[in-house]
């Protein structure tokens, strides 16, 4: 995950695994336990969601880019 972009790991039902990334940006809506706190002010979409977290992801695409329209926190990842 880094600023402009956010990558997703998973699991198909067969067994598959994969990797998806998402093009991210202001436009990009985060819903998340005090995201709009951490977001206030501009504040980096990495503020609000973190590596392991469980995400879900609607997107849209443009050419080749997949650009995510809102990420939404579904749990977050266990603390250690």
Known sequence: MSASSLS???SSGGGAKFTQTFVIDAKTHVVARG??????????????????DHVDVAFEESGTTL???????????PTK
Do not use: C, D, F, Q
Request: proline share 3%; charged share 20%.
């Open 8 to 10: 997703i790991e998973g």
């Open 35 to 52: 995201a709009s706190k951490s977001l206030a002010g501009g504040g980096p979409i990495t503020n609000a969601v973190g590596k392991g």
């Open 67 to 77: 650009h995510a329209t809102e990420v939404r926190v579904m749990s977050k990842a």
